[in-house]
């Protein structure tokens, strides 16, 4: 069991865990003095609209049941439309609050979605209950409009209670017409005629929410989603009965519904509020009136168990949630260890490698200038060493070109000095065998190109051999 921390107060009530809540409000578990309460309360805010709209609430529901005093509907002990929350450590909050007496044993709804549906006995006891509250309600000229599963509550023997009476109003309307008009309720409880907009009677649309939460009670889910024409549930239900029932029983394994229940739920829930029955036609009815019906030792008993069922299906889930948590916890430890540690690590080497690198800039920084000198120093020399290999490598080939330039030159000058004394030698033998020919005459030249291609022959084997001495003189130096 969770332990209630009473850190709260508002005014001279304790406030303790959370025991509900609904649309706008949440109930508290309230203590004054030795007595427990329920404390239902709205926080206020900035916006003067909003909270003139739940105060609006909360002095509706006070108003209604002020007046009320019923031992099947939740008796109001105390109420305000604004005062001050105070947390320990935290803001002071403006609410709204009513106080309740405290219901020990919940919501019946509670009981039927953890524990299943209840059996028509059960359903019938708690219907009477329902339709009791009901008609001293509208007795008293109130009409509930907010009747469903979630608004009964269980007392410590487990009788109802009807509770929540924030959608409360006047039967007669505030024009005193008898017709409310404002749309109102919960989606799956509200009549059809409240869907339609259209003006409704407070006592209609409350037998009608009766009839769907009978149907709950049963056959454990809703009959339908919404009483709308679009809803085809709602709709097979006054135009084909039969197939409305085998879905029913189809969807819901081992259920047996009597003849006078179905009768009875078709009739509630009637399309056409003139149509449905009066309290006093349901107090009549054969399903109302069986002597089938449990007692409250009966019902205390089944109860009991369900609640015990609970309790251990709630330590179960408790047990594997602290499991969970605890392996959820340790895992996290763990990874948060692992985390650490490989940060530091990360940490340790970057401190090791910015350590490192501030040697190594240091190092750097003081050789920074020395090693820019050497290497100053030694581009100098590379340079220097290429300009004198650059010099060297150009100098030997002019001195290459000017000699091969040389000894061709002394060739040709050999040769023309050879050729010229050949010419000569070939005029001299041809003048003395042709004395007539003159000096540079046309018969001289025939003579002699004749003669000078006699001789090619002879002037090749002199250049051949001109050429060898030129090459020996070379390798010896020969001058």
């Not at 203590?31 to 709205?42: M, S």
């Not at 490698?353 to 920084?365: D, M, P, W």
């Not at 250049?463 to 130096?477: A, G, H, R, T, W």
Request: net charge positive; charged share 30%; aromatic share 8%.
């Amino acid at each position: 069991m969770a332990t209630t921390n009473w850190d709260i107060r508002v005014g001279e009530y304790l406030l303790g865990n959370c025991i509900g809540g609904g649309q706008y409000s949440k109930v508290r578990e309230a203590q004054k003095g030795n007595t427990c309460y329920a404390f239902k309360y709205i926080k206020l805010t900035e916006c003067p609209k909003e909270n003139a709209k739940y105060q609006g609430l909360i002095t509706t529901e006070a108003n209604a049941m002020a007046k009320i005093e019923h031992p099947n509907i939740l008796r109001l002990v105390d109420h305000s439309t604004r005062s001050l929350m105070l947390k320990q450590g935290g803001k002071n909050v403006p609410v709204a609050y009513l106080v309740f007496e405290l219901m020990t044993n919940g919501e019946l709804i509670g009981y039927i979605q953890l524990t299943g549906r209840l059996s028509e006995s059960i359903a019938r006891f708690y219907f009477r209950q329902l339709i009791e509250a009901v008609e001293y309600l509208h007795l008293q000229g109130f009409a509930h409009r907010d009747i469903k599963a979630e608004n009964m509550l269980l007392d410590e023997s487990f009788q109802l209670k009807l509770s929540d009476f924030g959608f409360a109003a006047p039967i007669r309307g505030k024009d005193n017409s008898g017709h409310l008009h404002t749309y109102k309720g919960t989606y799956r409880y509200m009549a059809p005629e409240i869907h339609a907009l259209c003006p409704y009677s407070g006592e209609k649309v409350d037998i009608f929410a009766c009839g769907v939460l009978l149907f709950i009670m049963v056959v454990g889910v809703s009959p339908f989603i919404s009483a709308k024409v679009e809803d085809k549930n709602y709709i097979d239900l006054h135009r084909q009965k039969e197939s409305f029932w085998d879905k029913v029983i189809k969807l819901n394994k081992n259920l047996e519904l009597s003849e006078e229940f179905k009768d009875l739920f078709q009739w509630l829930v009637h399309f056409e509020p003139e149509n449905r029955p009066s309290i006093a036609e349901i107090k009549n009815h054969s399903w109302s009136n069986s002597n089938f019906t449990a007692t409250p030792n009966e019902v205390f008993e089944e109860f009991n168990k369900r609640k015990g069922i609970i309790k251990e299906a709630q330590n179960q889930f408790s047990a594997i949630k602290n499991a969970v948590h605890n392996n959820l916890t340790l895992k996290l430890k763990r990874s948060l260890s692992q985390k650490s540690e490989s940060s530091s690590k990360k940490k340790r080497a970057v401190l090791v490698t910015r350590g490192s690198k501030n040697i190594k800039s240091t190092e750097s920084k003081s050789g920074s200038s020395k090693k820019s000198i050497a290497k100053r120093s030694k581009s100098k020399a590379m340079r220097s060493k290429a300009m004198a290999l650059k010099i060297a490598k150009k100098q030997p080939k002019k001195a290459k070109v000017s000699e091969e330039v040389k000894e061709k030159k002394e060739l040709s000058r050999i040769r023309s000095v050879l050729r010229a004394s050949r010419r000569e030698n070939i005029v001299k033998r041809n003048r003395a065998r042709i004395p007539n020919i003159v000096d540079n005459s046309p018969d001289l030249d025939v003579s002699l190109e004749k003669a000078m291609e006699k001789s090619e022959m002879e002037e090749m084997k002199e250049d051949s051999v001109l050429d060898k001495y030129m090459e020996v003189s070379c390798l010896y130096n020969v001058d």
